[in-house]
């Protein structure tokens, strides 16, 4: 599969995630399910033109996670990660 470039790093997707999260989740970790890199979340490759936020592996560019935002929902799928690891507040 073959995906243009025309993505920005996974920091742009920081605001979506803290309002999902309640905290800075661009120190957060995962790993790829497709291809086992572990990365932070700032390093996944983000696409912020669709109805949503995808957030792609910076090594095999397969979907870590998907977020969707309506006025009265918002949808979360991480089944592209094995695990996502965050940072305990101090």
């Given at each position: 599969?073959?995906?243009?470039?025309?993505?920005?790093?996974?920091?742009a997707a920081a605001g979506d995630l803290e309002s999902l999260f309640g905290t800075d989740m661009t120190m957060a970790s995962g790993q790829c399910q497709r291809c086992g890199r572990r990365m932070m979340l700032a390093e996944a490759h983000a696409y912020l033109g669709?109805?949503?936020?995808?957030?792609?592996?910076?090594?095999?560019?397969?979907?870590?996670?998907?977020?969707?935002?309506?006025?009265?929902?918002?949808?979360?799928?991480?089944?592209?990660?094995?695990?996502?690891?965050?940072?305990?507040?101090?």
């Amino acid at each position: 599969m073959t995906v243009t470039q025309g993505f920005l790093d996974g920091n742009a997707a920081a605001g979506d995630l803290e309002s999902l999260f309640g905290t800075d989740m661009t120190m957060a970790s995962g790993q790829c399910q497709r291809c086992g890199r572990r990365m932070m979340l700032a390093e996944a490759h983000a696409y912020l033109g669709g109805p949503g936020t995808v957030l792609r592996c910076p090594g095999c560019e397969d979907v870590l996670l998907r977020m969707v935002r309506s006025p009265q929902h918002m949808w979360f799928d991480a089944s592209g990660l094995n695990y996502l690891r965050v940072p305990a507040s101090a």
